[in-house]
Each structure stands twice: as structure tokens, then as C-alpha cells.
């Protein structure tokens, strides 16, 4: 079966959520998604199909009519569908035969298309300003609003999106000030007991919602984290998160006990001593993702133009209690300690520059999965050193995977894509069996603003 890379493109400059393109980027053509097929051999060959292009910057009327937000007893009013290109789509979600997208707009919006030729079916509002993120789920669009730190859940049947059903967010703020005077939603994630997690960057804060039949939410707990870090987004652990800070650049893990959750530390996720990244003016890291068998995690760090990797096998949150007391975990209040008084923290293995100019997103392939070890997430490490089990040799130099491919290059064991978003290229390294990229990406392939990459 051929795979595809899905791309989700920005198409004009100003959006909120710190993503677009500089204005002097924004031209008539722009295209707001680009399906491109992937050889066998892991390189990306042509663009299979393309949604309709924009053919100017800046004209509200050429979407075809405003998105009206939903608000009390308000009719929400929808683009025409067949009509209207899809723009600044800095999210996508592929489910099926369909692919949705959010349009990050001041007037947001959800779209879904055909995934063979990338036609709209149909279009509504978000329900807020400038979406940023979406999950597909049990019939429902759940969407994180940015601009107005709000999140919708939005009915679909067939590739036909109704209005939404509800739009909920909850108040706060943080100390900074030009990125936390309100609450800033950017990322929604559905949990294996089917709640909802909720990234809220500017209250630095994780929601979490439950729900009934009906795909209406109801906040259940919330877990603080220290101010200024700007949660952007995370992913599910054993036994807790793991959560990147945009404003403050560390990776934070939040322990699970019971039908709550617990701050317990926060780490470093870059090389200080890299001599070509030590100089960058500003570290701002944007996805984080966890190899097939969980036990390295991926960053991108926009400023810097990274890719960090980090062992993050030995974390575990305390057992016994139940609870997380002074003598098992430091301080347990946000703000506190970071120092962990059990298991091993993540331990950097590798920074590597991502290929181009801000990424802001990437996506894994190709690795091996959980399913060839035999084993599930909870048992794929050792008795707690730092290094990831493996059966693999361990004198196989970093990003090199000791073997060739016909082409006298080494064979890779997987794949990363980055999305670098103001180089307009999707940089592709192939991984060494170690799970590090090779220090150079194999292809480079142009493409307008990349902000989301998705393969299916």
C-alpha cells in the first residue's frame, strides 16, 4: 500500500498561535495542504494531490463569507465547501478516507476533505480564534482555540462536520505577559480511559474533561505546572505525562495517582555545550513525540533548529501509597524542586540540527514497534539504569545504522520528517538503530511553510 505524507501548510502571514510565515512569504498560490507520496527506500518522490491553492493574501471574501462563531442560540454559517481553498491549515488529522484541518484564523474554522484528492466536503466554525490542534475520536472533531483558549467539540459523520456541540474553556493566566494575559489552548489529547487532555499554554495548566454519550465535556481535575512554562504539548507515559514548556523550555513530568495529577519535576531538553547551537537566540520548542517503543522521546526546538533525543526508559512514578509525598518525589508543589527522588530522569542522547529554519512540527516512521519486542510500554526497560533495553549492537556509533542499502548509503531504521517551517522545506533523516538521526537529512523537499506532517 503506497503511504503518504500529509502536509499541513500556513498560507498567510499574522496568525496567533506564533506559527505563520514572514509577510513578505505570502503570496497568491500558497497551499494550504499537500499529500506527497514516500518511496520504499523512506524518501518523499512527488505530490500526489493538492488542495485548492489560495489565489490571494488576505481577502476575507474569497473564503466565501465569514464563519460565524457559535454563541447562544446562534446558527453557526459555513464556507462554501466546494468553493473556498483551506487556509493556514497548522493542524491536520487523517482518519479513514478523510483528512480534517483546522484553518488558524481570527475566524476559525474545521474542514474536512477527501483524502485521495484533497476536495472539501465540508467546512464550520471552530467555535473559536485561531485552532491550532484537533483529534479525531468516536465521531467527534475535538479542537483546541488558541486565539480565544477555548475547546470544541465538533460532530462528523461521513466527512459531513456539524456545528459543534460544545465549546468550554476555563479561566487563567501566567507571569508572561505578552503570551499568558488569557488562557491559550494548543493542544487536545484523547486518553486510553476516554478523557480529554487539554494543553492550555497560557494558564500553564493541563485540563482534563470527561464526557458523556452526548460529546459534551465536563472539567474532572487539573494540574498546575510551574509558572512560565507555557505547556504547548504532551504525551501519555506510563503512570503520567510528559509535558514541553514553550515558554520555558524544559520537559515537565506529571505523575498519574489515582483520578489525579501531580507535578513532580522538570528537566533540561537541549546541549548547552553544542558548538552550533549554543549561539541560538532563543529556544522555543514546538512537538515532542515518543519512538515505537516508547523509550526515547523526540523534541523540536525552534531558535535553536533542533531535534533533541532523550532516553526517558527508567521514569516511573512512585508506587505504594498511592500518593506523592516530600520523601518520594522533592517537592511535590508546582514551582518547587526539580530534583526527583526516585527512578531516572530523561537523560539527553542526542541534539542534532533538524535541516532548516524553525520546526515546527515532524512526524516518525518506519521504526520498529512495540510489537517486536513482545512487550507493552510498561515492561521495555531494564532494571532501572538509564539506558533503553536493547538487543541491538551497542558499538554502532550514534545515527549510523551499521548496515548499507544498494545505494552504499546506511539503511535506515526509520524516519523523521521535520516540518521546517520558515526554510519552506520538509527535512528527512533516516534514524540509526540507536533512534538517533544522522547528523545530515537524506532529502530535502520544498514545500510552502509546513506546520503539520502526518503519515497515512
Same mark, same amino acid.
Given at each position: ?295 526515547? #522521546? &523526540? @523534541? +523540536? ?5 533542533? %531535534? =533533541? ?7 516511573? !512514578? $512512585? ?96 524516519? #523523521? &520528517? @521535520? +516540518? ?5 522545506? %520538509? =527535512? ?7 533512534? !538517533? $538521526? ?19
Amino acid at each position: 500500500m503506497e503511504r503518504t505524507l500529509f502536509v499541513g501548510s500556513y498560507t498567510e502571514p499574522g496568525n496567533v498561535a506564533e506559527g505563520g510565515i514572514a509577510a513578505g512569504d505570502a503570496a497568491a498560490g500558497a497551499v494550504g495542504i499537500t499529500a506527497v507520496r514516500i518511496g520504499d527506500n523512506g524518501l518523499l518522490t512527488s505530490v500526489r494531490a493538492r488542495s485548492k491553492a489560495v489565489q490571494s493574501v488576505g481577502q476575507a471574501g474569497e473564503s466565501g463569507g465569514n464563519v460565524v462563531h457559535p454563541g447562544a442560540g446562534a446558527q453557526t454559517a459555513v464556507r462554501n465547501g466546494s468553493v473556498a481553498p483551506v487556509r493556514n491549515a497548522s493542524f491536520l488529522a487523517v482518519d479513514g478516507p478523510f483528512v480534517y484541518a483546522v484553518e488558524e484564523l481570527a475566524d476559525g474554522a474545521v474542514v474536512a476533505l477527501h483524502r485521495n484528492n484533497l476536495t472539501v466536503i465540508s467546512r464550520v466554525s471552530s467555535g473559536g480564534s485561531d485552532p491550532c490542534h484537533l483529534v479525531s475520536s468516536d465521531g467527534n472533531l475535538t479542537v483546541a482555540n488558541y486565539g480565544s483558549g477555548t475547546v470544541a467539540v465538533v460532530p462528523v459523520r461521513g466527512g459531513e462536520l456539524a456545528a459543534a456541540i460544545e465549546l468550554t474553556g476555563e479561566p487563567g493566566c501566567g507571569p508572561v505577559q505578552d503570551r499568558q494575559a488569557s488562557p491559550h489552548a494548543h493542544q487536545v489529547t484523547v486518553t486510553g480511559w476516554g478523557t480529554v487532555l487539554v494543553c492550555d499554554l497560557g494558564a500553564d495548566r493541563v485540563d482534563e474533561y470527561g464526557g458523556g454519550t452526548d460529546g459534551r465535556l465536563v472539567l474532572l481535575t487539573s494540574v498546575r505546572l510551574p509558572p512560565g512554562t507555557g505547556p504547548r504539548h504532551l504525551v501519555l507515559i506510563p503512570d503520567g505525562l510528559l509535558v514541553v514548556g514553550e515558554l520555558d523550555a524544559r520537559l515537565h513530568h506529571i505523575g498519574r495517582f489515582g483520578h489525579g495529577w501531580q507535578w513532580l519535576a522538570a528537566t533540561s531538553i537541549v546541549d548547552p555545550s553544542h558548538p552550533a547551537l549554543s549561539s541560538a537566540d532563543g529556544v522555543y520548542p514546538s512537538h515532542l513525540a515518543l519512538s515505537a517503543d516508547g523509550s526515547l #522521546l &523526540y @523534541v +523540536a526546538i525552534r531558535g535553536r533548529d533542533s %531535534i =533533541s533525543v532523550l532516553d526517558v526508559s527508567g521514569m516511573r !512514578v $512512585p508506587r505504594g501509597t498511592g500518593r506523592l509525598t516530600a520523601a518520594n518525589a522533592g517537592d511535590s508543589g508546582a514551582g518547587g524542586s526539580t530534583e526527583r527522588k526516585t527512578g531516572f530522569p530523561p537523560r539527553l542522547l542526542a541534539e542534532v540540527p533538524c535541516g532548516g529554519h524553525w520546526p515546527r512540527h515532524f512526524t516518525l516512521s518506519g521504526q520498529s514497534t512495540p510489537a517486536d519486542t513482545g512487550k507493552d510500554v510498561d515492561e521495555r526497560t531494564d532494571d532501572r539504569t538509564t539506558k533503553p533495553t536493547s538487543t541491538k549492537p551497542a558499538t554502532t556509533p550514534a545515527g549510523n545504522s551499521g548496515h548499507t542499502d544498494n545505494d552504499g548509503k546506511n539503511a535506515a531504521d526509520g524516519w #523523521l &520528517y @521535520v +516540518a521546517n517551517e520558515r526554510s519552506h522545506q %520538509i =527535512s528527512a533523516f533516516a534514524l540509526g538503530v540507536d533512534g !538517533v $538521526p544522522e547528523p545530515v537529512p537524506r532529502q530535502q523537499f520544498a514545500i510552502n511553510a509546513p506546520a503539520c506532517l502526518v503519515v497515512g
